[in-house]
């Protein structure tokens, strides 16, 4: 018995690129369940906000871009951002009626017959003519190796397991990373720990002045050259610098942001520099990034050399059947608001082009290369698409 179920598109992923997606689909005429449908594997609506640290209050978010069709009103900058805005996913989910099915977990897309693609799941097989992938990062936390990691007594987390800076309450830690999160964090942080060391792999960059929109362009241009060579995508953040804002001066007057040089080895008892200086600590927290979050895609041998899947405006270049929106250049609020209506603009046109054909049952399939990038990377708890 085949209980393949046949739709027009699959999203894949319920957070802002999603949703952006799912809302442009159901605008210009797909009907949600018959023509399309979005699977999530989170437990609830949010995406990736879900879970985040509870003192991530909203008021401390900087660039959350609405959901296109419907703007986020009188959010109390209090209250936590995982609360907002896994409030106001949830309302556009009912507003638009999207019919979100969740949780479910996309365990493999393979080729398919007639042309379609299987997008296999936790809720059985799904056959489609067009993918959406929207599933983000936060599933794929990255952790660098570093000599002596496995001996280190002391606590080692990462960004995806923060929750908030009272667990340090009198204890020495080290924070790695020299992005917005590291800096957060070790603002944070640095009231209740006995000790803070930040230590980085490159010198930090601090933005002065005005982030506009000329500057904004530029910088997702380097970005979207990257995934268009299929070199794995690089966050908007890494190239545009941190903002130089009242609490990032603070914090460097408190001799809080002193960055040190990245060490070279870790201890039982702390971390150590080639030159012989060693420090101890309690805890290590890697605020060391993500990856793009594709492992299911593997079959599909969409992965360049250069480790990534190329990429032009959002339609993966080895098969136009596949679009990835929140991905690379793309990866910001507004970004994929943008990128989900070019998305379905592009599916609508290659479904006009490519006539249906009789769903046959799909060849067997030899293994697929593995889809890992070079960093050694792995998962830690759940994590939202």
Not at 48 to 70: D, E, I, N
Not at 345 to 355: G, H
């Amino acid at each position: 018995m085949n209980n393949t179920r046949e739709v027009e598109v699959v999203v894949i992923g319920a957070g802002q690129a999603g949703l952006s997606s799912a809302y442009h689909l159901r605008r210009t005429g797909f009907e949600p369940e018959r023509d399309f449908v979005v699977l999530d594997h989170s437990p609830a609506p949010g995406g990736a906000w879900q879970f985040r640290w509870p003192s991530l209050t909203y008021g401390k978010v900087h660039g959350m871009h609405a959901l296109p069709g419907m703007e986020l009103t009188d959010a109390d900058p209090t209250r936590p951002s995982a609360e907002v805005v896994a409030e106001y996913f949830a309302a556009y989910e009912r507003a638009f009626d999207l019919r979100v099915r969740r949780p479910v977990d996309v365990r493999a897309v393979r080729e398919g017959a007639g042309g379609r693609l299987l997008v296999e799941t936790s809720d059985g097989t799904w056959s489609t003519r067009a993918l959406i992938n929207a599933t983000g990062t936060w599933d794929r936390p990255f952790w660098p190796r570093y000599r002596g990691q496995e001996t280190f007594r002391g606590r080692q987390l990462h960004t995806a397991q923060y929750r908030g800076p009272e667990e340090f309450a009198g204890l020495r830690v080290i924070v790695v990373g020299g992005g917005a999160s590291g800096t957060q964090h070790l603002l944070e942080i640095a009231p209740y720990a006995a000790t803070t060391t930040w230590v980085t792999r490159r010198l930090p960059v601090f933005r002065e002045g005005p982030f506009n929109e000329d500057l904004g362009r530029a910088a997702v241009a380097l970005v979207e050259e990257r995934v268009r060579q299929g070199l794995p995508p690089k966050s908007v953040v890494s190239v545009t610098g941190l903002p130089l804002n009242d609490a990032i001066r603070q914090g460097i007057d408190d001799g809080v942001l002193d960055r040190q040089p990245m060490f070279d080895g870790i201890t039982p008892e702390g971390v150590e520099w080639n030159d012989g200086r060693r420090l101890a600590a309690d805890v290590i927290l890697w605020a060391t990034g993500f990856r793009a979050a594709i492992d299911h895609l593997a079959p599909l041998r969409l992965r360049e050399a250069g480790g990534g899947i190329r990429v032009e405006g959002t339609r993966a270049v080895a098969d136009p059947r596949i679009h990835l929106v929140g991905y690379g250049p793309s990866a910001s609020t507004i970004g994929a608001n943008r990128a989900g209506r070019a998305a379905v603009r592009d599916i609508r046109r290659l479904l006009a082009e490519t006539p249906t054909q009789p769903t046959e049952p799909a060849q067997p399939t030899e293994p697929a290369d593995s889809i890992e990038p070079a960093e050694s990377v792995r998962s830690v708890g759940s994590a939202a698409a």
